[in-house]
T-cell receptor, first 113, second 117 residues
Framework: AQSVTQPDIHITVSEGASLELRCNYS??????LFWYVQSPGQGLQLLLK??????LVQGIKGFEAEFKRSQSSFNLRKPSVHWSDAAEYFC???????????FGQGTELSVKP | EAQVTQNPRYLITVTGKKLTVTCSQN?????MSWYRQDPGLGLRQIYY???????DKGDVPEGYKVSRKEKRNFPLILESPSPNQTSLYFC????????????????FGQGTRLTVV
């Protein structure tokens, strides 16, 4: 069965520090992978996605993610976190036949001044 | 502006009182779906629709109904709401199931926070 695990429910980082949010997936074929961000009271915004090709994917707002097939991981990174990055982050794997996104549990990011 | 619009944004209701959450998109998308978001569980798909008059169950369809009489609208119906349906609901649309994973993305509504007491 397809599944996504985000091991960290809540992470706190200092402003300016680097960030890495972990995501592990289970999927039988080549995965379509996504990271979404949800700011308080807002809907979901797509940060980046991976379909094929270069395993290091650049997204919006200075985020990047690296696909590692051997580890079944798609971790999200940012070199320097800004206070406005405080939000909940969701990793998802896609079932393109059904058009369904399977989401992880989410990681809430807090940013300390 | 391309968007998915959900109404209402917030709703408090009582057990058993039928309600409808509307979802409308202005992008001529074929594919629409509903998700519910619960703490610690992420988002789970309730129902989806590949096109007009074509709907199917997602992972957590119990207690919900949907209809797709026209391309732009995909309402979520709770015939007899119960407290375990208290959740944050999102509607999403994309050009087609495949397109979500190719050149375009899924567009999400702002969410509807439903409380059933």
């Amino acid at each position: 069965a397809q599944s996504v695990t985000q091991p960290d429910i809540h992470i706190t980082v200092s402003e300016g520090a680097s960030l890495e949010l972990r995501c592990n997936y289970s999927y039988g074929a080549t995965p379509y992978l996504f990271w979404y961000v949800q700011s308080p009271g807002q809907g979901l915004q797509l940060l980046l996605k991976y379909f094929s090709g270069d395993t290091l994917v650049q997204g919006i707002k200075g985020f990047e993610a690296e696909f590692k097939r051997s580890q079944s991981s798609f971790n999200l990174r940012k070199p320097s976190v800004h206070w406005s990055d405080a939000a909940e982050y969701f990793c998802a794997v896609g079932n393109n036949r059904l058009g369904k996104l399977i989401f992880g549990q989410g990681t809430e990011l807090s940013v300390k001044p | 502006e391309a968007q998915v619009t959900q109404n209402p944004r917030y709703l408090i209701t009582v057990t058993g009182k039928k309600l409808t959450v509307t979802c409308s998109q202005n992008m001529n998308h074929e594919y629409m779906s509903w998700y519910r978001q619960d703490p610690g569980l992420g988002l789970r798909q309730i129902y989806y629709s590949m096109n007009v008059e074509v709907t199917d169950k997602g992972d957590v369809p119990e207690g919900y109904k949907v209809s797709r009489k026209e391309k732009r609208n995909f309402p979520l119906i709770l015939e007899s709401p119960s407290p375990n349906q208290t959740s944050l609901y999102f509607c999403a649309s994309s050009l087609s199931p495949d397109s979500m994973f190719m050149n375009t993305e899924a567009f999400f509504g702002q969410g509807t926070r439903l409380t059933v007491v």
